[in-house]
């Protein structure tokens, strides 16, 4: 993280070097009644063209908020963002006025929700919902619109686009809800998608058909993917490098294989041991103790320490930074970070 | 038959049926034949009329047996919920039978049912929605014990509410407060503590740890499996995770558009499956290790599940099966183990082409080698 390089102002659509997208020490609450929900607490990761980062983390642990953060669609207030950088194409987005955020949103940074069938307007016809985003975008005709709609339906292979093109989003299946969803993610060519949990309301089958189709369109397009999901499973079929959160902070991050193959955080661990396994059958599995935080009362120290079989007085007293994981021999692991004091041992236990 | 089998069931047994019998460990505890469940599709509002039925459950035949777990699996859709709730009888059957030591049930009302109820309970799947957030836990633990008040006398309930929170791993102090006052986690450790008030002997889990977070999910599995070997229970367990499935069952059972298309051991199912459906959900789900990711050998199913509704003639799954013939078009394959198959991969699986993937897969080695062989053969001739 943060190989950010000298970051220069470019025009729109010219070949651009550093990361698509550089979130800095991003910090957001919410103001509740309670008090201060602390929901992502200096989040750092960036993107870049062609390239999958898998956000892995359990609810409330901010992934989503932070993504939200980058769309700019958190509801201001209770949402707020104290402080923190979300640099688009090495310009500060949250320094932005409403119209230039407007024109990024949805034209160059696009998002897929989980659920489609709430994200979509339950008495406009698809295709009319497909088209509306070329129309304010682009400022096309209807008609041409309805052609773009229909072209973008193939695009994402849902059969007899022509004949279903009028059709209501109840009349679709929920994987062809999710591909109307894509394809309306796609419609302007962003340079970046976030897909929140896109597949997690599918069935299994289907899940790989919109996996892959994602995937494919990534490639196709040299887009930039941020992938938002709590599944250890999705994450290893897709993703390049991965950011792990726990209770608004990133906790550890890797490139894919080494995160599975030698985790550097007790939760990250804990959360690859409670997969079942299969020489495991008839045994205990391994359950990570305790709940995850409650956001109004972060423990002080690591917030992970009252669940962590690791947890000493250091990590009670103070917060752990993401610290660089080396090979013993002080080798640096590309791209590798965790936020624990104990690392090392975290690293060598396996 | 409906009603009046129903009534003359009642009357024929008599009231204090407890269901006390041991069944051995081993045998079956619950005998499910044919069942069929079809909700009627109605059209007209003065006149309604019925124009179709949505074809739930249509021909389920399993057994589940003493102290042992059968995991359920299919897609959304295939009826494996619809399933859950006839056995409860919270649905009545439209058609077959379900014999609870065998005794007939599904036609059962009045007190027979409510007998036969103390045994069979069921966990939920949404802990946020299945306890009642105007009641405490201690009211929540304890209604059981209002319909059955023979299992816990009124001044024992309080302590068999503390015993029963005990037992799930929750503090007995916790009784006076309300489900908001929970995680999703705790909240599904009094769902199932619920389910266990009554001392049941079956427990019907309806995709019992699906709403949780990854890391409660190994402490309610865990819990589950506790509870089993100390209360000797039957589960059915009702999930679409595979893996999940795998690692708490003995026997597993795939649903596909309201029929079982293949039934086995977890070993049977898991690395002989025979189905293809089967086959192809096997190799869909996401395998949490990124090395498999370039080896993996995924069949991609097309299209969607069709509509229960109208569902396809002959084998339901003939419309997204790549083995498909004529035959299948025509004749409803039967549930039984292929003769043509041994070992490991002979159980029961409704495929008139039931195969082994691994077998098939060095078939198609074997094949592309020898056309290998020819082809360098062909130039040598050449």
Avoid at chain 1, 188 to 209: N, S
Avoid at chain 1, 257 to 286: C, V
Avoid at chain 2, 112 to 118: D, E, F, G, I, T
Avoid at chain 2, 279 to 285: G, I, R, Y
């Amino acid at each position: 993280m943060g190989t950010a390089a000298q970051t220069t102002e470019r025009e729109r659509g010219t070949p651009y070097e550093g990361p698509l997208l550089d979130v800095r020490d991003l910090h957001v609450e919410f103001v509740t009644r309670d008090g201060v929900a602390r929901a992502v607490n200096g989040v750092n990761y960036s993107v870049s063209a062609g390239e999958t980062l898998a956000v892995l983390g359990e609810s409330g642990s901010g992934k989503s908020v932070t993504a939200q953060a980058i769309m700019g669609i958190l509801d201001m207030p209770p949402a707020r963002i104290p402080r923190g950088e979300i640099r688009f194409r090495g310009q500060d987005m949250l320094k932005m006025s409403k119209e230039e955020r407007r024109r990024i949103r949805g034209g160059r940074i696009a998002m897929i929700f989980q659920d489609a069938l709430s994200s979509l307007n339950p008495v406009l016809s698809v295709g009319f919902q497909l088209g509306e985003m070329f129309r304010a975008h682009r400022g096309v005709s209807r008609k041409e619109a309805k052609d773009k709609a229909v072209e973008l339906m193939d695009r994402v292979r849902i059969p007899a686009a022509k004949d279903r093109v009028n059709d209501y989003p109840h009349q679709f299946s929920g994987g062809m809800r999710q591909r109307i969803m894509i394809a309306m993610a796609l419609a302007l060519e962003p340079d970046l998608i976030i897909a929140d949990e896109p597949t997690t309301a599918l069935d299994v089958t289907v899940q790989a058909q919109v996996m892959d189709l994602l995937a494919e369109l990534q490639a196709e397009f040299h887009m930039g993917l941020i992938l938002i999901t709590h599944d250890l499973g999705v994450v290893a079929d897709v993703a390049d490098k991965i950011a792990v959160m726990y209770a608004g902070r990133i906790v550890e991050t890797a490139p894919v294989h080494d995160l599975y193959a030698r985790p550097a955080h007790p939760y990250t661990r804990g959360l690859l041991d409670s997969i079942p396994r299969l020489d495991q059958k008839g045994q205990e599995l391994y359950a990570i103790k305790g709940l995850p935080p409650n956001l109004l009362r972060i423990p002080t120290g690591c917030a992970f320490n009252p669940r962590c079989p690791r947890a000493q007085d250091i990590c009670r007293a103070q917060v752990p930074e993401l610290f660089p994981v080396t090979e013993d021999d002080g080798t640096p692991l590309e791209g590798r970070g965790s936020a624990c004091f104990f690392w090392k041992e975290t690293l060598h236990d396996r | 038959m409906t009603a009046n089998g129903a009534s003359a069931l009642g009357a024929a047994m008599p009231e204090e049926v407890a269901f006390t019998q041991e069944v051995p460990r081993g045998e079956p505890i619950l005998e499910i034949r044919d069942l069929v469940k079809y909700f009627p599709l109605t059209q007209g509002v003065l006149f309604r009329k019925q124009v179709g039925a949505v074809k739930a459950v249509d021909g389920v035949s399993f057994d589940l047996m003493q102290g042992e777990t059968l995991g359920i699996v299919g897609e959304s859709g295939c009826g494996k919920s619809t399933l859950a709730k006839v056995l409860m009888n919270l649905e009545q059957a439209t058609g077959g039978s379900v014999r609870y030591k065998g005794e007939e049930i599904s036609r059962l009302s009045g007190s027979a049912l409510k007998a036969v109820r103390r045994n069979i309970q069921m966990v939920f799947q949404d802990p946020y929605t299945s306890l009642n957030p105007r009641m405490t836990v201690g009211d929540i633990i304890g209604e059981p014990f209002e319909i059955h008040p023979e299992v816990a006398p009124r001044g024992d309930r309080r302590k068999a509410v503390q015993d029963l929170l005990d037992v799930v791993g929750l503090n007995p102090e916790y009784i006076n407060r309300y489900p908001h006052q929970f995680s999703g986690g705790q909240r599904q450790r009094i769902g199932i503590a619920r389910g266990l008030a009554l001392k049941p002997e079956i427990i019907i889990c309806d995709e019992p740890v699906s709403a949780l977070d990854v890391s409660v999910q190994a402490q309610v599995i865990n819990l589950l499996e506790q509870l089993q070997g100390e209360f000797n229970l039957s589960y059915m367990f009702i999930a679409h995770d595979l893996s999940i499935v795998r690692h708490i069952s003995d026997r597993v059972g795939v649903m596909y558009l309201g029929r079982m298309v293949e039934i086995g051991s977890d070993a049977e199912i898991y690395d002989h499956a025979t189905h293809p459906y089967t086959q192809a959900l096997l190799s869909a789900v996401p395998v949490p290790d990124p090395t498999a990711r370039e080896s993996r050998d995924r069949i991609v199913l097309t299209g969607d599940v069709p509509s229960p509704a109208n569902p396809p003639s002959g084998c339901r799954f003939r419309t997204r099966c790549w083995k498909a013939q004529q035959r299948c078009e025509v004749e409803v394959p039967l549930l039984v183990a292929p003769s043509w198959l041994a070992g490991a991969a002979s159980h029961d699986s409704a495929c008139h082409f039931a195969a082994e993937r691994e077998s098939e897969q060095s078939a198609a080695e074997r094949e592309s080698e020898q056309s290998a062989a020819e082809r360098e053969n062909g130039q040598g001739g050449d």
